[in-house]
């Protein structure tokens, strides 16, 4: 399977705690997005990045979280000190870009994992 | 006001029928314009992009607006796998960049 892997599926813990959740994009993907979904809503942007640089982090949530794609491939979203309202689905997705005259656009068509849910009790 | 807004809905209609979502955003620099298909408990996939002059795909048709900053989606002799969420989505201008937006979905409900 080529796609877009999200480990763990399903994470339950208790407040308090951290937690890490990992996506492997799809290889040859050099963009790979972070949202959060709760019920009834679209995905939320949460932060990107283009190979290995953090390209946008200002929507991420609060202080708690934090991602990182160190060498361009894999990526890790932490969560710290989790908190009851942070229990949503975390989708990865990944999408390859191309450069324009003036910005680089997204190709448009980004590759969702499964997700990785999240209940904090 | 949120960047991209949708109708939630649920939309309920026949199998046979032909309906539309509509979605507005708020950022007129806003590029590149997608429909996304999301079925209950999974990922969202693409379903269409949307261009200036308009595209098909089958039943779908999808539409741009600049001027009135809205997309729209028809779907014409709906069936019942039509039945899931339709989530628009926008890339907007963030600092030198353009993040993929998406909007709250419209659910669709297809019945016999």
């Known amino acids: 399977d080529t796609g877009v892997s999200q480990d763990p599926r399903h994470k339950i813990t208790k407040r308090g705690q951290n937690v890490t959740f990992r996506c492997d994009p799809i290889?040859?993907?050099?963009?790979l997005y972070w949202y959060r979904q709760t019920l009834g809503q679209g995905p939320e942007f949460l932060t990107y990045f283009q190979n290995e640089a953090q390209l946008e982090k200002s929507r991420l949530l609060s202080d708690r979280f934090s991602a990182e794609r160190p060498k361009g491939s894999f990526s890790t979203l932490e969560i710290q000190r989790t908190e009851q309202g942070d229990s949503a689905m975390y989708l990865c997705?990944?999408?390859?870009?191309?450069?324009?005259?003036?910005?680089?656009?997204?190709?448009?068509?980004?590759?969702f994992g499964e997700g990785s849910r999240l209940t904090v009790l | 006001r949120k960047e991209v807004e949708q109708d939630p809905g649920p939309f309920n209609v026949p199998e046979g029928a032909t309906v539309a979502f509509n979605c507005t955003y708020s950022n007129s620099a806003s590029q590149s314009f997608f429909w996304y298909r999301q079925d209950c408990r999974k990922e969202p996939k693409l379903l269409m992009s949307v261009y200036s002059s308009g595209n098909e795909d089958g039943r779908f048709t999808a539409q741009l607006n600049r001027a009135s900053q809205y997309i729209s989606l028809l779907i014409r002799d709906s069936k019942l796998s039509d039945s899931a969420t339709y989530l628009c989505?926008?890339?907007?201008?963030?600092?030198?960049?353009?993040?993929?937006?998406f909007g709250r979905g419209t659910s669709l409900i297809v019945h016999p």
């Open positions: 997705a990944s999408s390859s870009s191309f450069p324009g005259t003036k910005h680089e656009y997204n190709t448009g068509e980004l590759f």
């Open positions: 290889s040859e993907h050099n963009r």
């Open positions: 989505v926008v890339n907007v201008a963030s600092g030198g960049s353009y993040i993929p937006t």
